[in-house]
């Protein structure tokens, strides 16, 4: 069936650190990759999103490129920011599908 | 305009009760799914609603039954709640069809 695994955190990074959250997909056909933030407290915010391979998502700093050869959606920013600090989720939904398939989830801390 | 919006914020209920949550959805979108985010883990998806009907259900027992009204709102019931009930619940909404979905704050649900 189709899954998501994404690295265990909890990921901790110093201000203006490069960060990098992996994700690697199993999945029928070519589905939609999206990366989603949990903020403390707060639903889930759509932060980037890839629909074919080799597309890439970006928003708010963060980059994620569709591999389809490595069945990979690694999440990547330049510089965090305290900000940042959050969960992270990567997650998929077949071509046509309904639902939506999450990874466990990656919490980031990010000091000043 | 109004994102997503779900009540009520958190609820606290006895083993073998009975819940109702309920969500309106971003104004524009028809379709809303139903997810539960146990702790530490990413949201799992219980069923999907459009035009009134169950489109899609995820892996779980009937104690989970929805609804949706004409104006597009939802209710998610569980019957005979269980401890292993007590979880984040999420609602997103999305404009038909295999659109990104809009997640709202969620409910938290503690059984005891």
């Known amino acids: 069936g189709n899954s998501v695994t994404q690295m265990e955190g909890p990921v901790t990074l110093s201000e203006e650190a490069f960060l990098t959250i992996n994700c690697t997909y199993t999945?029928?056909?070519?589905?939609?990759l999206f990366w989603y933030v949990q903020y403390p407290g707060e639903g889930l915010q759509l932060l980037l999103k890839?629909?074919?391979?080799?597309d890439k998502g970006s928003n708010k700093g963060f980059e994620a490129t569709y591999r389809k050869e490595t069945t990979s959606f690694h999440l990547e920013k330049g510089s965090v920011q305290v900000s940042d600090s959050a969960v992270y989720f990567c997650a998929l939904r077949n071509t046509g599908g309904f639902k939506t398939i999450f990874g466990a989830g990656t919490r980031l801390f990010v000091k000043a | 305009d109004a994102g997503v919006t779900q009540s009520p914020t958190h609820l606290i209920k006895t083993r073998g009760q009975q819940v109702t949550l309920r969500c309106s959805p971003k104004?524009?979108?028809?379709?809303v799914s139903w997810y539960q985010q146990a702790l530490g883990q990413g949201p799992q998806f219980i069923f999907q609603?459009?035009?009134?009907?169950?489109?899609q259900r995820g892996n779980f027992p009937d104690r989970f039954s929805g609804h949706q009204f004409p104006n597009y709102s939802s209710e998610l019931n569980v019957n005979a709640l269980l401890l292993g009930d007590s979880a984040l619940y999420l609602c997103a909404s999305s404009p038909g069809g295999p659109f990104e979905q809009y997640f709202g704050p969620g409910t938290r649900l503690t059984v005891t």
């Open positions: 999945a029928t056909g070519y589905p939609s």
């Open positions: 609603y459009y035009e009134e009907e169950e489109r």
């Open positions: 104004s524009g979108h028809d379709t």
């Open positions: 890839a629909t074919k391979a080799d």
